[in-house]
Structure formats: structure tokens, C-alpha cells
């Protein structure tokens, strides 16, 4: 690709071959994609100014390295849990492709420390965040709506705002959102999550709709699809309402979700279905969290912590 030619002397073509098979075989977005030709670029540029000609001269000290200095410069833990996924993806892709003759990611894990845990909303938190939405009006139907059903389900905001109603059964208490690389899964909604949303159908949407044809579920006041901006900023509206002081995103009712799934005791395969994870490992950071609030319960209210 034309904004890998800077490196093609040293690289070849395998990030343009790899970023193709993310798209076209893997069918990842093209946000997705772009984010691991960024981190790649970002790493072959780091290796080729330490003079390492190609990947094959990569090996696990060159991977540490570009990891250290990282470190060194100050970049999120997020930032470097990334470039290791992206590394690891692409040598994984460059062995199968018989391109190297070690992977050098097999032996590289991302130390424990870095790895920052999401912000969670308590229980009580999550009551008051509900509550705010003034249900007196359109708008506070809709958004009590949405956000008892991210709550509720654990999708993201991408798949909340593309949500079409044919892609809501709740009469069976299911919803069917399509999530990252176009894949769809089915999540139970609860009673009190449907009721919103059904409200919302019945009373506010065909109001914001007028006589405009949309398959979104949610909507704006102008009757178009809600978009990811617009639920950003509603709910950091409604989080200052409730007097949260924690820094919530839409991502932060999904960390919650998971959470108070885990803590009440789901199965983390079960969480990992619901969140629509691909690898489990991802899902596992919800078991630090979680007891991470277990400890912290337990030395606040046990009288010899």
C-alpha cells in the first residue's frame, strides 16, 4: 500500500499483505486494520533505525527493546498492550506464511504491571446513572433506554448506535448486534432493560421518526441515527449528573457489565460469549478487577484486615 512505500526497501510488501488479509479475510474494519498498520509502521521504523534490515532479523531482544523504549517515552500501558497484539498477530501471520523462520513473539508477554484495569461503576453508581435521565420527556426515555440496555448486555457503543430493529427479539428477550469484523451474536436482555427499550419503541421513537424511514433503533432528535459522539456526550452529561467523579466513557457500562457478571458469579466463558471476545484472554482482566474490589471490600469492612 502507497503509505507503506517508505519502508517497502527493508520490509517487502508484507504489511500491505497482512493488512489485506486482516480486511479481506479476517473482514476486520478498516479502523481496526489501520490501527495495526500504524503500530507496525510505528515498530519497523524503531528497527530499522537500530539497523535491522527485515523481519526475519527480528528476534525477542529487538521486541523488548522497542517495548522498553516505549516505556521510557511515556506511553499509555494501553498503547504497549496493543503494539504486542499487533506484533504477535503479524508474526503469527508471517510464520504460517512460512516468511520467518522464528516467531519471536513466543516468547515475549507484556509485563503483569503494565496492564491498566478498566474503570468500573459500582452498583450504586449504576442506580444513580439510570435514574438521571428525566423520563418525563422524549429524550429521557431514550437515553434511560440505551443506557440500561449497555448495561444490561455489555455491547459497545459502535454496536448500540448501528443496532436495527431487526436485529431486536424482545419478545424472547434477545437482542443481535453485529460486533467487530461484521460478526453477529446473540445477548438475553432482562426485564427491565426490555421494558425501556419497548417503552422507547412505542412512545418516543415514531415521534423523533416523523415521516422519515430509518432502520437505526435509536435515534436523535432530528430523527436520524444516534451517533457514537452523541451517546459519548449524553452520557458524560448524565455521569456528571449522578455526581460520578470517575472518568466514564460508553466503554465503562461494558467494563461494568462484565464486572457484576463476574462478581455474582457467571462462568468467564459465559462472559466471554456475551462480550463477543474472541480470546479469552481478554475477558481475564475482569478477573482482576474483580477482585481487586473483593480485596478492597474486605479490607474495608472486616474488623482484623
Same mark, same amino acid.
Given at each position: ?200 419503541? &412505542? ?7 416523523? @415521516? *422519515?424511514?430509518? #432502520? $437505526? %433503533?435509536?435515534?436523535?432528535? +432530528?430523527? =436520524? ?56 484472554? &481478554? ?7 474483580? @477482585? *481487586?474490589?473483593? #480485596? $478492597? %471490600?474486605?479490607?474495608?469492612? +472486616?474488623? =482484623?484486615?
Amino acid at each position: 500500500m502507497s503509505n507503506d512505500q517508505p519502508l517497502k526497501t527493508f520490509y517487502g510488501d508484507q504489511l500491505g499483505d497482512f493488512a489485506n488479509y486482516l480486511a479481506v479475510e479476517r473482514n476486520l474494519s478498516a479502523n481496526t486494520v489501520d490501527a495495526y498498520r500504524s503500530d507496525l509502521r510505528l515498530a519497523a521504523t524503531y528497527w530499522q533505525q537500530h539497523g535491522i534490515s527485515d523481519w526475519q532479523h527480528v528476534d525477542r531482544f529487538a521486541v523488548l527493546s522497542l517495548l522498553a523504549s516505549m516505556q521510557n517515552q511515556g506511553r499509555a500501558a494501553e498503547t504497549e498492550s496493543r503494539m504486542v497484539s499487533s506484533l504477535r498477530q503479524f508474526f503469527d501471520y508471517l510464520s504460517r506464511q512460512e516468511l520467518i523462520s522464528e516467531n519471536p513473539m513466543k516468547l515475549v508477554q507484556l509485563p503483569k504491571g503494565r496492564r491498566k484495569l478498566p474503570t468500573v461503576l459500582s452498583e450504586s453508581e449504576v442506580s444513580r446513572l439510570l435514574a438521571v435521565p428525566d423520563t418525563g420527556t422524549p429524550l429521557g426515555i431514550r437515553d434511560r433506554a440505551m443506557w440500561e440496555l449497555m448495561y444490561a448486555t455489555g455491547v459497545r457503543v459502535s454496536e448500540l448506535v448501528n443496532l436495527t430493529m431487526t436485529e431486536l427479539h424482545l419478545a424472547v428477550g434477545l437482542i443481535q448486534p453485529r460486533g467487530k469484523g461484521d460478526k453477529e451474536r446473540i445477548i438475553p436482555v432482562g426485564d427491565i432493560a426490555s421494558d425501556w427499550v419497548q417503552r422507547y419503541l &412505542t412512545q418516543v421513537r415514531p415521534q423523533l421518526l416523523k @415521516k *422519515q424511514f430509518s #432502520t $437505526a %433503533v435509536f435515534l436523535n432528535a +432530528h430523527g =436520524r441515527q444516534l451517533t457514537r459522539q452523541g451517546v459519548w456526550k449524553n452520557l458524560k452529561r448524565d455521569v456528571l449528573a449522578a455526581g460520578i467523579t470517575k472518568d466514564v466513557t460508553p466503554h465503562t457500562l461494558r467494563h461494568s457489565f462484565a464486572t457484576h457478571l463476574l462478581e455474582h458469579g457467571a462462568d468467564l466463558r459465559v462472559v466471554q460469549e456475551l462480550l463477543g471476545h474472541a480470546d479469552i484472554a &481478554t475477558t481475564q482482566i475482569y478477573t482482576h478487577v474483580s @477482585k *481487586q474490589r473483593l #480485596t $478492597a %471490600v474486605y479490607q474495608k469492612y +472486616h474488623p =482484623r484486615a
